[in-house]
């Protein structure tokens, strides 16, 4: 058991939060509600389907068009996902020219072959990756009409993410795998084609039945409705399960408030699970060898402890169920699942399976957009997998966060950073959104922690949790919630750090004797402004900070435990590049002057955040 962080105590006796509190009224959802059958050939790898789609229209607007996403038709050679990965200058290494080789049998393919709404036939049209619905009758505000649809789908040769037959042998990756309608929000369709990149859907409900070959054990997402006729390691302890009759078994889950819905499938799984006392049933499946037997063996406690720690400190798994599954080409988060591929050592196995588990907060329950704001989900998960690496696995003695901070420190320096609004899609470089949306993205996150002070970054982010679960916050909803726990007015940080590519760099000058008095000349050298935390080191090694805050930040953030103690504010305008601070305090009391020791601010050249006063003082 982890030590709970105060602020979730603190946070909840103060803010009086629950999920409900604040609801944003002015903010909409979709709703749905799925009925699919589908029922998989294992030898040509080939599945037909039905679904039932109860869609509700709770906008404001009267829909005459619908979409859906036709994901596995990207896997087809000429498809926008192989043109691409063939043009574009630093391709992913998995991707390639591979979907360009694939053949006809290793195709992606996802066809709708019937659809109606209200029992009518509607027109629609196939565009690779969407289907274009025209809706014979319009879907007005508040009704809820019902979508019927038969369909076909190829599962590709695993490339990217989804597939059959990975690297590591896992016969079916079963993500992106049916047809899903598209979002529609404030900001209308949110119809994107697929080409790489990750994904935004409507939470709702999901009834799914998958018959398949009984001889392979299955995991994903949802709870299994038929366990005790299933077996494969689901059933009640003490159940004897029945045999099957026939060839095939059809496995029932159901998974409630999600937005999307995988499942995996291989005949060789160990299937491994463990009910946690105060959270989710941990499910493990994997192909179990030399390679995986003495990993995978740990990785169910590490799990526990993530889940466990996680829910203490960002806010509780919502869910009763959670599945760590060997499949895919890396690493991918799904609701209640992640698939992540096996081999590795123990911390590689141990990192990428709490990244991906944090999702489960971020993608999962918040719902970030990943498609359009990729740096939110990203970035803060990025950010939470230090931070949980650090509790569960092993204690890094120095700051944790480095790795992020360095990877940004290299984009910025290369010359082609992008500003994070830009869509996951539309990256000029794979090289660019990586270390963008991942680390950049976590840079924001710590470094908020130095603007609005730690106190109130833990308090603030049990407000996200609570306020906006299951609601879709963008970037300015976040925001809203740290400047409504601090005080604070922060859409300058936005501005500045999310939307531009402006950098942060400021230096000491000088350090003069004024009088009795020390004069403290400072200077911004970068584009963007930040607050400035300078902390003077005196001869007998006690420390003091003088804080000069942002004017437009309108407001201070509170003394931090564990810093100096705050002995002088004083405001800087952005418009000014200089300033200087007068320390009632003689020059020969003074042994050093440093901007930022903490290194929570992404100040990109470091090397003249700290003047050596005696040092100095000695060369003259």
Same mark, same amino acid.
């Given at each position: 058991?982890?030590?709970?962080?105060?602020?979730?105590?603190?946070?909840?006796?103060?803010?009086?939060?629950?999920?409900?509190?604040?609801?944003?009224?002015?903010?909409?959802?979709?709703?749905?509600?799925?009925?699919?059958?589908?029922?998989?050939?294992?030898?040509?790898?080939?599945?037909?389907?039905?679904?039932?789609?109860?869609?509700?229209?709770?906008?404001?607007?009267?829909?005459?068009?619908?979409?859906?996403?036709?994901?596995?038709?990207?896997?087809?050679?000429?498809?926008?996902?192989?043109?691409?990965?063939?043009?574009?200058?630093?391709?992913?290494?998995?991707?390639?020219?591979?979907?360009?080789?694939?053949?006809?049998?290793?195709?992606?393919?996802?066809?709708?072959?019937?659809?109606? #709404?209200?029992?009518?036939?509607? =027109?629609?049209? +196939? %565009?690779?990756?969407?289907? &274009?619905?025209?809706?014979?009758?319009?879907? /007005?505000?508040?009704?809820?009409?019902?979508?019927?649809?038969?369909?076909?789908?190829?599962?590709?040769?695993?490339?990217?993410?989804?597939?059959?037959?990975?690297?590591?042998?896992?016969?079916?990756?079963?993500?992106?795998?049916?047809?899903?309608?598209?979002?529609?929000?404030?900001?209308?369709?949110?119809?994107?084609?697929?080409?790489?990149?990750?994904?935004?859907?409507?939470?709702?409900?999901?009834?799914?039945?998958?018959?398949?070959?009984?001889?392979?054990?299955?995991?994903?997402?949802?709870?299994?409705?038929?366990?005790?006729?299933?077996?494969?390691?689901?059933?009640?302890?003490?159940?004897?399960?029945?045999?099957?009759?026939?060839?095939?078994?059809?496995?029932?889950?159901?998974?409630?408030?999600?937005?999307?819905? #995988?499942?995996?499938?291989?005949? =060789?799984?160990? +299937? %491994?699970?463990?009910?946690? &006392?105060?959270?989710?049933?941990?499910?493990? /499946?994997?192909?179990?060898?030399?390679?995986?037997?003495?990993?995978?063996?740990?990785?169910?406690?590490?799990?526990?402890?993530?889940?466990?720690?996680?829910?203490?400190?960002?806010?509780?798994?919502?869910?009763?169920?959670?599945?760590?599954?060997?499949?895919?080409?890396?690493?991918?988060?799904?609701?209640?699942?992640?698939?992540?591929?096996?081999?590795?050592?123990?911390?590689?196995l141990v990192g990428v399976t709490v990244h991906e588990l944090i999702h489960s907060w971020y993608y999962g329950v918040l719902?970030?957009?990943?498609?359009?704001?990729?740096?939110?989900?990203?970035?803060?998960?990025?950010?939470?997998?230090?931070?949980?690496?650090?509790?569960?696995?092993?204690?890094?003695?120095?700051?944790?966060?480095?790795?992020?901070?360095?990877?940004?420190?290299?984009?910025?320096?290369?010359?082609? %950073?992008?500003?994070?609004?830009?869509?996951?899609?539309?990256?000029?470089?794979?090289?660019?959104?990586?270390?963008?949306?991942?680390?950049?993205?976590?840079?924001?996150?710590?470094?908020?922690?130095?603007?609005?002070?730690?106190?109130?970054?833990?308090?603030?982010?049990?407000?996200?949790?609570?306020?906006?679960?299951?609601?879709?916050?963008?970037?300015?909803?976040?925001?809203?919630?740290?400047?409504?726990?601090?005080?604070?007015?922060?859409?300058?940080?936005?501005?500045?750090?999310?939307?531009?590519?402006?950098?942060?760099?400021?230096?000491v000058k000088s350090v003069e004797a004024a009088g009795n008095d020390t004069k403290i000349s400072l200077e911004r050298v970068?584009?963007?402004?930040?607050?400035?935390?300078?902390?003077?080191?005196?001869?007998?090694?006690?420390?003091?900070?003088?804080?000069?805050?942002?004017?437009?930040?309108?407001?201070?953030?509170?003394?931090?435990?564990?810093?100096?103690?705050?002995?002088?504010?004083?405001?800087?305008?952005?418009?000014?590049?200089?300033?200087?601070?007068?320390?009632?305090?003689?020059?020969?009391?003074?042994?050093?002057?440093?901007?930022?020791?903490?290194?929570?601010?992404?100040?990109?050249?470091?090397?003249?955040?700290?003047?050596?006063?005696?040092?100095?003082?000695?060369?003259?």
């Amino acid at each position: 058991m982890f030590k709970k962080v105060s602020f979730v105590v603190i946070g909840m006796l103060i803010l009086g939060i629950s999920p409900d509190t604040q609801a944003q009224k002015d903010r909409y959802q979709q709703k749905v509600k799925y009925e699919m059958d589908v029922t998989m050939d294992v030898e040509k790898n080939q599945y037909t389907g039905t679904q039932k789609l109860h869609y509700t229209n709770n906008s404001s607007d009267t829909l005459n068009r619908a979409f859906y996403h036709l994901y596995y038709n990207a896997f087809q050679p000429n498809s926008m996902m192989d043109v691409r990965s063939r043009t574009i200058a630093d391709p992913d290494r998995r991707v390639m020219d591979r979907i360009q080789n694939l053949s006809p049998e290793e195709y992606g393919i996802l066809e709708v072959k019937k659809l109606s #709404m209200n029992g009518k036939p509607v =027109k629609f049209e +196939h %565009e690779e990756t969407i289907l &274009e619905v025209d809706l014979g009758e319009p879907i /007005l505000p508040g009704q809820t009409v019902v979508f019927d649809m038969e369909f076909f789908g190829q599962v590709p040769l695993q490339v990217r993410r989804a597939g059959r037959d990975n690297a590591e042998g896992i016969r079916y990756s079963m993500s992106q795998w049916y047809p899903k309608m598209a979002a529609y929000d404030t900001r209308g369709w949110h119809a994107n084609p697929y080409i790489g990149r990750e994904f935004y859907g409507n939470f709702g409900d999901f009834d799914v039945k998958i018959t398949i070959d009984k001889g392979y054990t299955l995991g994903g997402t949802g709870y299994l409705q038929n366990a005790n006729e299933i077996g494969k390691g689901y059933e009640d302890e003490g159940v004897k399960v029945p045999s099957a009759r026939g060839k095939n078994l059809t496995w029932h889950f159901k998974a409630p408030n999600v937005h999307d819905f #995988m499942w995996a499938a291989d005949p =060789k799984y160990t +299937h %491994e699970k463990v009910q946690m &006392e105060n959270g989710p049933m941990v499910h493990l /499946l994997y192909v179990k060898n030399e390679k995986t037997e003495e990993n995978w063996g740990k990785l169910m406690q590490y799990t526990i402890d993530a889940i466990e720690y996680c829910s203490e400190n960002f806010g509780k798994y919502p869910y009763d169920q959670y599945s760590v599954i060997q499949g895919g080409d890396g690493g991918m988060e799904y609701p209640m699942a992640t698939l992540i591929t096996g081999h590795r050592n123990l911390r590689s196995l141990v990192g990428v399976t709490v990244h991906e588990l944090i999702h489960s907060w971020y993608y999962g329950v918040l719902g970030f957009n990943e498609s359009s704001e990729p740096w939110l989900d990203e970035g803060f998960t990025t950010w939470g997998t230090s931070v949980v690496m650090d509790a569960v696995f092993e204690k890094d003695s120095n700051f944790i966060h480095e790795g992020s901070y360095r990877s940004y420190f290299r984009l910025e320096n290369a010359g082609y %950073e992008e500003p994070l609004t830009t869509h996951g899609d539309h990256y000029n470089l794979n090289s660019a959104y990586g270390p963008g949306t991942y680390n950049k993205g976590a840079v924001f996150v710590e470094q908020m922690a130095y603007v609005v002070g730690k106190q109130n970054f833990d308090k603030a982010l049990l407000k996200l949790w609570n306020e906006w679960q299951f609601k879709h916050p963008n970037g300015h909803d976040v925001i809203r919630v740290f400047e409504q726990v601090s005080g604070l007015e922060l859409d300058w940080y936005y501005d500045y750090f999310i939307a531009s590519t402006k950098s942060i760099d400021y230096g000491v000058k000088s350090v003069e004797a004024a009088g009795n008095d020390t004069k403290i000349s400072l200077e911004r050298v970068g584009m963007m402004p930040m607050p400035v935390d300078l902390v003077v080191t005196y001869q007998d090694g006690s420390q003091e900070m003088i804080y000069l805050p942002l004017v437009i930040q309108r407001g201070n953030k509170p003394e931090e435990e564990g810093m100096p103690k705050r002995v002088k504010t004083q405001k800087w305008p952005w418009t000014n590049y200089n300033t200087e601070v007068i320390l009632e305090r003689p020059l020969a009391d003074i042994k050093s002057v440093e901007i930022d020791p903490s290194k929570r601010m992404a100040d990109v050249n470091r090397e003249n955040n700290k003047l050596d006063v005696t040092t100095n003082l000695e060369k003259k």
